[in-house]
């Protein structure tokens, strides 16, 4: 350790906030480390420190430029692994990346209704329960989804063309911990291209694309909250995805379904739900929530 980085990583032994002190301690540590490996040179480090900015005057109400920059450099799915690794998820549905289109509340739905609303592409029925890492079924847990639409936009990307609203919705189970919802079958799509993520991956010649995939953030009383996605199983790009999300336990694969719902005898849900239109598909998504007394217990083991 140079006399530098000694007198930055004492500017912080005055926190009273132990974890802050450590983390930035450590942070100094390794920034040091890698300016001193790479001999940075002056142009280099302002190079970056103009990216960085940029990053932040492109983020806005409706596009998070800096998520995307976690994402693509691996850093959000790296913090999700690592709250599996503290036991905030043993047993459950695997984790991956929130995204950057989170942005916007999702308008609260019926059961059984569509969030695509007039959105032109395949129908898809999605259903599945959510139980926690006991086995028990969560009645009332809310479960917020997320899509970009057919055409592979979220509703934040093209505001004066998509409704706010299309391809969202806020579902509550009901008392057996099911739901069920119509939409459309997602397109796979290029992350944001136009700013400074998209610079940095042209400059490395790297792909841009994400399967087709379905945001799922479920949250019930006494547990954990789960962020995930569902990718669809016959999409392009699993193996190249843009921002290293795709995990193998999180790939669905869809079904024919004829008929009404009584075609699908594993799907025990409201018999007076809107019927499945002939010739749609159906996707399972059965959702675990971790116990908060299970994550809890692992990380004062």
Same mark, same amino acid.
């Given at each position: ?29 390794h920034l040091h480390a890698f300016l001193w490996e790479n ?47 503290? #036991? ?40 599945g329960r959510v139980s926690d890492t006991a086995g028990g ?25 998509v409704p706010q609203g299309s391809g969202r919705g806020l ?23 136009? #700013?400074?993520? #998209? ?103």
């Amino acid at each position: 350790m140079d006399d530098l980085e000694r007198q930055v990583r004492a500017s912080f032994d005055r926190s009273g906030n132990d974890r802050f002190r450590m983390l930035m301690q450590s942070l100094t540590a390794h920034l040091h480390a890698f300016l001193w490996e790479n001999d940075v040179t002056i142009e280099e480090w302002y190079a970056g420190v103009d990216f960085l900015t940029r990053t932040g005057r492109t983020c806005s109400e409706t596009r998070q430029e800096f998520v995307l920059l976690s994402d693509v450099l691996g850093a959000s799915m790296l913090v999700e692994v690592l709250a599996e690794g503290r #036991g905030e998820g043993v047993g459950a549905t695997e984790r991956t990346v929130l995204g950057p289109f989170h942005m916007t509340t999702s308008p609260e739905r019926e059961l059984g209704s569509s969030i695509a609303g007039d959105a032109a592409g395949e129908r898809l029925l999605v259903y599945g329960r959510v139980s926690d890492t006991a086995g028990g079924a969560l009645p009332s847990a809310t479960v917020d989804v997320w899509q970009a639409n057919g055409e592979g936009y979220y509703d934040v990307q093209l505001p004066d063309v998509v409704p706010q609203g299309s391809g969202r919705g806020l579902f509550t189970t009901n008392s057996a911990g099911w739901f069920y919802f119509e939409t459309v079958v997602p397109a796979p799509y290029p992350i944001p291209s136009d #700013g400074p993520v #998209g610079e940095l991956l042209a400059a490395a010649s790297r792909p841009v694309y994400r399967p087709a995939h379905i945001h799922f953030q479920v949250s019930a009383a006494g547990c954990r909250e789960l962020t995930t996605h569902i990718f669809l199983a016959d999409s392009p790009h699993l193996d190249s995805d843009a921002v290293f999300a795709v995990r193998p336990g999180l790939v669905r694969q869809r079904q024919a379904v004829d008929g009404d719902r009584g075609d699908l005898a594993d799907l025990v849900v409201d018999p007076d739900g809107p019927p499945v239109p002939s010739g749609a598909e159906a996707l399972r998504v059965d959702l675990v929530l971790a116990l908060d007394a299970q994550a809890t217990s692992r990380r004062s083991a």
